[in-house]
């Protein structure tokens, strides 16, 4: 068999192929390899690049899928070079511990978990100091969901409870277990329904407590009526069967009387008082 001499279109080697092969090859105007490696390799589509490291200028080749930025390099170590002198590497923050004055690596306040915790522990006489604050300037104790060092509290003392009576009070009942009397002189079904009253009482905004819906055969109440809007405070909802059917009632109720209906919740009175913003627009109105 004959056999003739051609050249590898890819690597440009030299190959021999018979008569019969290259006339059909002609035939179909296919292209000649060396091998199936060299004919994968020309059938990916590439492109000729030199390298971005300007003291490399290394030409090198690769796939159009592999190109993904505009800068290409030959090498990880020739972007590594470039890199590095573009985005050098912070330096390291020498910060000194607040407990053990030991010098450590990092933008902290304590070198370690241990020193956080014996160096965040507030003295006992700054929980009494800070109850005795919020009695003077609101005029009642902090219930735990509102005062910022509770937990605290309980470790220096054991109990809330205890805290409280050590700063010199008599502790809060739970706040749906007893009736309290609002500054205006209003008895109120709990404690937080009376930090709501004594808010419209402290800004001079008439009010009413438990009155009646608008409604034949109903024996629902309200919580507030203040210039026409009905304000209910729901502070069992989602938490108690019976309470949360009720509430979902006075919310059916209200729409289908149209009422100017308002809901308040826990969220809006603990841990911080939040009655100023949500309730804002009635001091306006009275203006």
């Given at each position: 068999?004959?056999?003739?001499?051609?050249?590898?279109?890819?690597?440009?080697?030299?190959?021999?192929?018979?008569?019969?092969?290259?006339?059909?090859?002609?035939?179909?105007?296919?292209?000649?390899?060396?091998?199936?490696k060299?004919?994968?390799?020309?059938?990916?589509?590439r492109k000729q690049l030199t390298c971005a490291r300007t003291d490399c200028q290394k030409i090198f080749v690769r796939t159009l899928n592999e190109i993904r930025s505009k800068?290409?390099?030959?090498?990880?170590?020739?972007?590594?070079?470039?890199?590095?002198?573009?985005?050098?590497?912070?330096?390291?923050?020498?910060?000194?511990?607040?407990?053990?004055?030991?010098?450590?690596?990092?933008?902290?306040?304590?070198?370690?978990?241990?020193?956080?915790?014996?160096?965040?522990?507030?003295?006992?006489?700054?929980i009494l100091k800070k109850i005795i604050e919020f009695y003077h300037v609101n005029e009642r104790i902090p219930v735990k969901r509102e005062f910022l060092h509770y937990n605290v509290a309980r470790s220096q003392f054991g109990t809330w409870n205890k805290a409280v009576e050590a700063a010199g009070f008599k502790p809060n009942p739970v706040l749906f277990a007893e009736r309290q009397i609002a500054n205006d002189g209003h008895v109120c079904d709990s404690l937080s329904e009376k930090i709501i009253d004594d808010w419209f009482y402290k800004h001079?905004?008439?009010?009413?407590?438990?009155?009646?819906y608008p409604a034949r055969n109903s024996d629902f109440t309200c919580?507030?009526?203040?210039?026409?809007?009905?304000?209910?405070?729901?502070?069992?909802?989602?938490?108690?069967?019976?309470?949360?059917?009720?509430?979902r009632e006075k919310r059916l109720l209200a729409?289908?009387?149209?009422?100017?209906?308002?809901?308040?919740?826990?969220?809006?009175?603990?841990?911080?008082?939040?009655?100023?913003?949500?309730?804002?627009?009635?001091i306006k109105s009275r203006v």
């Open positions: 068999m004959k056999l003739l001499k051609r050249t590898c279109v890819f690597c440009k080697k030299e190959i021999y192929r018979s008569l019969g092969r290259l006339n059909e090859a002609k035939k179909f105007h296919w292209k000649i390899y060396c091998s199936r060299c004919q994968a390799h020309a059938l990916r589509k800068n290409q390099f030959c090498s990880s170590s020739c972007a590594a070079i470039i890199n590095n002198s573009q985005y050098p590497k912070r330096i390291a923050i020498i910060s000194k511990c607040h407990f053990c004055y030991k010098k450590f690596k990092g933008d902290r306040s304590y070198c370690s978990r241990e020193c956080k915790n014996k160096g965040s522990i507030i003295p006992g006489k700054l001079e905004i008439p009010h009413e407590i438990h009155v009646p919580d507030f009526l203040v210039h026409g809007y009905h304000i209910e405070f729901f502070g069992l909802d989602g938490e108690h069967p019976r309470y949360t059917e009720i509430a729409k289908k009387l149209r009422l100017k209906f308002i809901e308040l919740n826990p969220k809006h009175l603990f841990p911080k008082n939040k009655l100023d913003s949500v309730l804002n627009f009635l």
